[in-house]
Each structure stands twice: as C-alpha cells, then as structure tokens.
C-alpha cells in the first residue's frame, strides 16, 4: 500500500462505502464518514431507534467493500467488514467516535448506532 494512501487512511474523513445489496446483489455506494482509531478503520452513524440502515444489512449479507478515499487523494480500496455488535468492544470505539463529532449520548449510539470495521490489505502497516 502507498504511503500517502496509508496516511490519509489514518485520518478522520468523509469517504464513500460500497457495499453490494443483500437482495439486488447490486453496488450500492453511499456517504459516510470513516474513523481511524488506534490502528483500526471503523465507520458508524447517527443513532436512529427507528431502522436499521441498508448498508449494515448489507455488510451482514456480504462483507466484500469497498472504500473510495476523495478527501486529499482519490482511491479505491477493496476491504472486508464486520459488524461490532460485542457491548465491550463497541463502546470505546463508540466514545472515540462521539468525541470526533461532539457528542456526548454514548448511551444512546450503544443503542442505535450501526457499528463496522472495515480490514483492507496493507492498513495498518
């Protein structure tokens, strides 16, 4: 893996993820914005009691990605993803991603958050 791709991988940014559907066996490409905490690439969202979003089904269905970096540099890197569900795992990664946004209802993201780690081949070195 490049350097400047490595770097950039290790910091807080807005990418976009695709997945591929878990009924269309389509690409689905969306927003999001990627964490990179301690080593680890994590991608979560807002808290929402209402729907579970598609991409996390997605991921469930099929943990094939694909993260495409446009922030500084344009790149696409094929990964593999798992959704966090173990309490003692998610919740320090959780803290970690309130803190880059602001926010302070942990308790509330525990909840309703999706949460995934995203593994691609060379990151970390």
Do not use: C
């Not at 089904?57 to 500084?72: E, F, R, S, Y």
């Amino acid at each position: 893996m490049d350097d400047v791709i490595r770097a950039t991988l290790g910091q807080n940014q807005v990418i976009d993820l695709t997945t591929t559907g878990r009924r269309s066996g389509e690409p689905r490409r969306i927003e999001i914005y990627l964490h990179s905490i301690d080593g680890r690439l994590v991608i979560t969202g807002m808290p929402s009691a209402d729907r579970t979003r598609a991409w996390l089904h997605n991921v469930d269905a099929n943990p094939a990605v694909t993260i495409h970096l446009k922030q500084g540099i344009s790149a696409d890197l094929a990964g593999t993803a798992r959704v966090v569900t173990d309490p003692a795992e998610r919740r320090p990664l959780l803290e970690r991603a309130a803190a880059n946004w602001g926010r302070t209802d942990v308790d509330v993201m525990m909840i309703h958050s999706p949460l995934i780690e995203v593994v691609t081949s060379g990151f970390p070195a």
